[in-house]
């Protein structure tokens, strides 16, 4: 049996965090070293600019710093695909022929898209941008471009996948059975709480640990992070269920310590500013591997450009086959 087609990716609005690997990239990596996956892994540029298209230069940066980030998490070019979506024309122009398959009432229902809407206020106000909303039309494109069986996803991802499932069902009931309906597999990742206590990661909120971190800015961080209110003195009993240096501790501190961690901390026998030290070591001890190999391709962006390149021009190849397929079933197929 041959290996099943993924396809996942990341907006390059910004440099990865602890967030994103614990939730997803470790998972890729993971898939990719089993052997039984041919993953593709966009880099969504023109996603990006749906909500930053008044900020070229910060998606053009994060461009190489996403792509540097796969590569020192383990993201390895022989086994994984990695390209750059706007260097795909096909995506833009499939992107084009399904927004005649979709309506805007069924995007405008889309559980995802309006909470993401919701949280775009402050840029879009009372009136969001045709490409914000037909960003699940450009995702089904980025999908089927490449026929994939598979994409990984969150549970609140779930909707765009159920869409794209919905435009390759429309698709293949009037042209002809062409694309591939492709299955959402759930990613068992974990979500990561910020340091101050909120739910989600990010940079606008600035709770996030970076796997490009210094030592130094993971120790400040870390000093900053939320703990017990209630502990004042160091002999105050405390409560490390409700504090974030615990919660972190539980990442990336060994099980047995995690237990002296707790009791301690109940039993008012440990001061925070000792815990969150012992904190920070463990968290740069545990990116430690990654920052070292970041810091080689920081010192070899031409390496980052030639996997880059070759990355996309391998897509590119796939993407053209799929389209040639697509347009011969549309119809679309002029002087062949
Ligand atoms: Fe949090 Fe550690 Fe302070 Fe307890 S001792 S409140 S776990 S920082």
């Given amino acids: ?33 089993s052997g039984l996956y041919e993953p593709y892994i966009l880099i969504a540029d023109v996603q990006a600019l749906t909500d930053n298209f008044n900020n070229p230069d910060k998606v053009h940066k994060n461009v190489r710093e996403v792509a540097m980030d796969y590569l020192s998490c383990g993201i390895d070019p022989e086994k994984s695909t990695i390209y750059v979506q706007s260097m795909i024309p096909e995506v833009a122009e499939l992107t084009v022929f399904y ?34 909303l037909g960003y699940p039309v450009s995702q089904a494109a980025d999908i089927t471009a490449f026929e994939a069986e598979l994409v990984p996803v969150g549970e609140d991802q779930l909707p765009l996948i159920e869409q794209c499932r919905e435009i390759v069902r429309k698709f ?10 492709p299955e959402a597999i759930l990613s068992d990742g974990k979500r990561i709480k910020g340091l101050d206590g909120n739910e989600k990661m990010g940079k606008s909120l600035g709770n996030a ?23 004042i003195k160091k002999d105050d009993l405390g409560n490390p269920d409700i504090c974030m240096v615990s ?23 440990r001061g925070c500013v000792a815990c969150k030290k012992q904190l920070a070591h463990n968290i740069i001890e545990y990116l430690r591997p990654i920052r070292e190999k970041r810091k080689y ?26 389209m040639r397929k697509i347009k011969k079933a549309m119809k679309l197929n002029y002087f062949e």
Wanted: aromatic share 8%.
């Fill in 172 to 181: 293949n009931s009037i042209y002809g059975d062409v694309l591939k309906e």
């Fill in 99 to 132: 927004s005649n398959l979709v309506t805007i009432a069924r995007l405008e229902r889309n559980p995802t898209v309006k909470t993401e809407i919701a949280q775009k206020r402050d840029l879009f106000g009372e009136s969001v941008t045709y490409g914000f």
């Fill in 297 to 322: 391709y920081e010192e070899h962006q031409e390496i980052v450009d030639k996997i880059l390149m070759e990355g996309t021009l391998k897509a590119q190849k796939k993407a053209k086959e799929t």
């Fill in 209 to 231: 640990i970076y796997l490009s971190d210094s030592e130094e800015e993971i120790t400040k961080k870390v000093m900053g992070a939320v703990t017990d209110p209630g502990r």
């Fill in 247 to 269: 919660y972190y501790h539980k990442l990336f501190t060994n099980p047995d310590d995690y237990e002296t961690v707790c009791n301690e901390c109940k039993a008012g026998t």
């Fill in 1 to 33: 049996m041959g290996k099943k087609v993924i396809v996942t990716g990341d907006r390059p609005t910004g440099r990865l965090h602890i967030g994103h690997y614990f939730g997803s990239l470790r998972k890729r990596v993971e898939m990719q070293n």
